[in-house]
């Protein structure tokens, strides 16, 4: 794995539209209200990093991303094309969309490289050649081109994350979601996780990134969005809302987050 840290580039030219487009997002879990009529779009290449406190409908907002979660209002577009709850129009569009969760959700009966595999293989239709050839590529990418043939329990959590990662790559995304990639990790192993993100940052993935992780966010992001109460209290570069925020919801909770 490479050691240097890459420069974050600008987006793309957005003359043909963001590739994320949210308009009106409203998300409920019974009485809950957890989206509340959000607007938001993401370009191709940027990074958009997710703050906000515990309940403030980040998570649901990835998850809305790709319909692992419906939605009682709204539209979601992604590349050009509206989300639809339908199974063949689903697994099209996650065919696109990268997605890693706070846990690794590793096949423990296979091994790593098969874990990659197993997708390209049953979902683009790649031969089991090309299928590895891509994943051998992938792992040495994340810095574990040694552990291919070793099983998801003999790996470390951060390990395990940056084969998640490398899974999730392998479907050529374009877009990848991360929820909280590092909250499951000890401190000593989240380092090497936040290196692969930053490599692909800086590779020009289009990137929607929850995370609790304040200097990744200064470092990487090309625009920070605060959530609070189901909504966007405020968003900007990571200066404007990281060091000078403007909304009363973001001076508390930067407040509380410099107390912890």
């Given at each position: 794995?490479?050691?240097?840290?890459?420069?974050?580039?600008?987006?793309?030219?957005?003359?043909?539209?963001?590739?994320?487009?949210?308009?009106?997002?409203?998300?409920?879990?019974?009485?809950?209200?957890?989206?509340?009529?959000?607007?938001?779009?993401?370009?191709?290449g940027e990074?958009?990093?997710?703050?906000?406190?515990?309940?403030?409908g980040?998570?649901t907002?990835?998850?809305?991303?790709?319909?692992?979660?419906?939605?009682?209002?709204?539209?979601?577009?992604?590349?050009?094309?509206?989300?639809?709850h339908?199974?063949?129009?689903?697994?099209?569009?996650?065919?696109?969309?990268?997605?890693?969760?706070q846990?690794?959700?590793?096949?423990?009966h296979?091994?790593?490289?098969?874990?990659i595999?197993?997708a390209?293989?049953?979902?683009?239709?790649?031969s089991?050649?090309?299928?590895?050839?891509?994943?051998?590529?992938?792992l040495?990418?994340?810095?574990?081109?040694?552990?291919?043939?070793?099983?998801?329990?003999h790996?470390s959590?951060?390990?395990?994350?940056r084969?998640?990662?490398?899974r999730?790559?392998?479907?050529?995304?374009?877009?990848?979601?991360?929820?909280?990639?590092?909250?499951?990790?000890?401190?000593?192993?989240?380092?090497?996780?936040?290196?692969?993100?930053?490599d692909?940052?800086?590779?020009?993935?289009?990137?929607?990134?929850?995370?609790?992780?304040?200097?990744?966010?200064?470092?990487?992001?090309?625009r920070?969005?605060?959530?609070a109460?189901?909504?966007?209290?405020e968003q900007?570069?990571p200066?404007?809302?990281?060091?000078?925020?403007?909304s009363?919801?973001?001076?508390?909770?930067?407040?509380?987050?410099?107390?912890?």
């Amino acid at each position: 794995m490479s050691t240097h840290t890459a420069a974050r580039p600008e987006p793309s030219d957005t003359s043909t539209g963001p590739l994320v487009q949210m308009r009106g997002i409203h998300k409920r879990f019974g009485s809950n209200v957890v989206l509340d009529g959000v607007d938001l779009d993401v370009d191709q290449g940027e990074v958009v990093v997710l703050i906000g406190p515990s309940g403030a409908g980040k998570s649901t907002l990835l998850r809305c991303v790709n319909g692992l979660e419906t939605i009682q209002g709204g539209t979601i577009h992604v590349a050009g094309e509206e989300l639809v709850h339908d199974e063949q129009h689903l697994n099209r569009l996650r065919a696109r969309i990268g997605m890693v969760f706070q846990q690794f959700n590793l096949f423990p009966h296979m091994t790593v490289v098969q874990n990659i595999t197993m997708a390209q293989q049953d979902v683009l239709g790649r031969s089991a050649q090309e299928a590895r050839e891509r994943a051998t590529r992938l792992l040495d990418r994340v810095g574990l081109a040694e552990k291919a043939e070793q099983y998801p329990d003999h790996l470390s959590g951060g390990q395990q994350q940056r084969v998640a990662i490398a899974r999730a790559l392998a479907m050529d995304p374009a877009l990848m979601l991360f929820d909280e990639p590092t909250s499951a990790l000890d401190p000593e192993l989240v380092g090497e996780v936040l290196h692969v993100m930053r490599d692909l940052a800086g590779q020009g993935m289009t990137m929607m990134v929850v995370t609790h992780e304040m200097r990744f966010a200064r470092q990487v992001a090309h625009r920070v969005v605060l959530m609070a109460d189901g909504g966007i209290a405020e968003q900007g570069s990571p200066e404007e809302v990281l060091s000078h925020p403007r909304s009363e919801r973001g001076q508390a909770f930067l407040h509380q987050l410099e107390g912890d």
